[in-house]
């Protein structure tokens, strides 16, 4: 739980987790245009998130897409719906 919420601390590879939830595959190209990152730094995030077993990688062609892990789903759901509730709340006080 420690390395998950270590991974998601970073403000970046949060943005990945999410994005990945609501799209479903992207790719490192896809990453990079919406995140507005360099595909190097893009590729670090994902390396990262991969190696704590967070998210998969799937090759199609010359393509490389990486999905939530199936198993990682529910920690990263909870996570996300959390940091949703947060957000909302705040934003009924502002």
């Known amino acids: 739980m420690a390395q998950i919420l270590d991974l998601a601390g970073n403000e970046n590879r949060l943005k990945i987790i999410y994005l990945l939830r609501e799209e479903n595959n992207l790719c490192v190209c896809d990453l990079s ?12 995030h994902l390396r990262k998130l991969k190696d704590a077993q967070l998210i998969q990688a799937k090759k199609v062609g010359q393509t490389v897409f990486y999905s939530l892990r199936e198993d990682s789903t529910d920690i990263l759901h909870l996570l996300l719906g959390h940091l949703t509730t947060l957000q909302n709340a705040h934003a009924l006080v502002a």
């Open 33 to 44: 245009d919406i995140l507005s990152m360099s595909i190097p730094a893009v590729s670090q």
